[in-house]
């Protein structure tokens, strides 16, 4: 797929963002035939995102957990982009009616301490490990516009960005325990609504940017020191559908909340 093909693509993504249009599958039509076309049209719809919404500022990696997998119908990770004005403090408010539909995902969020290089060798949980300079809780937006699970075709969701709206953090940490067994809890206002732990992300979350650092290399990219990884969620994704808060806790870690209206 030529630059000017996926450019279009791009552009007609644009318009079904800011039309809030139902997505539905595209890719066919448009002759995004592969992965690496689907990426093509991504890294094209971002530098067009880049003009309001600022600089990469790190990417999500997602279906990182079986139940995710089972949801979307999909059988390996997947990656997408978020820029800088689309990060967001804890505490920070959004309306249901800036998406077309908008999803909850909870996260470890971890941050790049020094650029990952090609070394030739896949990377590993091991081998990515001294990479890391910190982590957080995180909640990542997503915005599905009312997709229909049943028919969802992944070089359509890798080509519209993953879905990514932006991201809520919580306070970074230099000192964490074990991951894997890390718990993490969902409330919505009072009640909790969703549990689980670090190893619900790939068996382990350092599994999550050992993947995204080998998907970057083989597009003769990289991760980069201070950009931040959402490693995938513990839980399903949640769909608010009124007002209400949503507090993620990370054991140990830090905790982060956001409103919708």
């Given at each position: 797929?030529?630059?000017?093909?996926?450019?279009?693509?791009?552009?007609?993504?644009?318009?079904a963002?800011?039309?809030?249009?139902?997505?539905?599958?595209?890719?066919?039509?448009?002759?995004?035939?592969?992965?690496?076309?689907?990426?093509?049209?991504r890294?094209q719809?971002?530098a067009?995102?880049?003009?309001?919404?600022?600089?990469v500022?790190g990417?999500k990696?997602?279906l990182?957990?079986?139940?995710?997998?089972?949801?979307c119908?999909?059988d390996?990770?997947?990656t997408?982009?978020?820029?800088?004005r689309?990060?967001?403090r804890s505490?920070?408010?959004?309306?249901?009616?800036?998406?077309?539909?908008?999803?909850?995902?909870f996260?470890?969020?971890?941050?790049?301490?020094a650029n990952?290089?090609?070394?030739?060798?896949?990377?590993?949980?091991?081998?990515?490990?001294?990479?890391?300079?910190?982590?957080?809780?995180?909640?990542?937006?997503?915005d599905d516009?009312?997709?229909?699970?049943?028919?969802l075709?992944?070089?359509?969701l890798?080509?519209d960005?993953?879905?990514?709206?932006?991201?809520?953090?919580?306070?970074?940490?230099?000192?964490?325990?074990d991951?894997?067994?890390?718990?993490g809890?969902v409330?919505?206002d009072s009640?909790?609504?969703?549990?689980?732990?670090?190893?619900d992300?790939?068996?382990?979350?350092f599994?999550?940017?050992?993947?995204?650092?080998?998907?970057?290399?083989s597009?003769?990219?990289?991760?980069?020191?201070?950009?931040?990884?959402m490693?995938?969620?513990?839980?399903?994704?949640i769909?608010?559908?009124?007002?209400?808060?949503?507090?993620f806790?990370?054991?140990?870690i830090?905790s982060?909340h956001?409103?919708v209206?």
């Open positions: 797929m030529n630059e000017k093909a996926a450019g279009r693509a791009a552009d007609m993504l644009i318009a963002h800011l039309a809030k249009r139902q997505f539905t599958t595209f890719a066919p039509q448009w002759g995004i035939q592969t992965i690496s076309d689907a990426y093509n049209v890294d719809l971002v067009r995102l880049r003009r309001d919404h600022g600089d500022a990417y990696v997602g990182t957990s079986a139940p995710m997998q089972e949801f119908g999909i390996h990770p997947i997408g982009v978020f820029l800088s689309r990060v967001h505490g920070v408010s959004v309306r249901l009616l800036d998406y077309g539909r908008l999803g909850l995902e996260e470890i969020a971890m941050r790049i301490g990952i290089p090609d070394t030739g060798v896949p990377h590993s949980a091991t081998t990515i490990r001294p990479y890391i300079e910190s982590i957080c809780a995180g909640i990542e937006l997503v516009r009312a997709a229909e699970y049943t028919t075709d992944v070089l359509s890798l080509a960005n993953s879905w990514n709206g932006g991201v809520v953090l919580s306070d970074f940490t230099d000192t964490w325990s991951l894997p067994s890390v718990p809890m409330r919505k009640t909790i609504i969703g549990t689980g732990h670090g190893r992300v790939l068996g382990n979350p599994e999550s940017i050992a993947w995204l650092a080998n998907h970057l290399a597009r003769n990219q990289c991760l980069k020191a201070r950009q931040i990884v490693t995938g969620s513990l839980i399903k994704t769909f608010p559908m009124d007002r209400a808060t949503y507090l806790d990370l054991n140990g830090g982060v956001m409103s209206s």
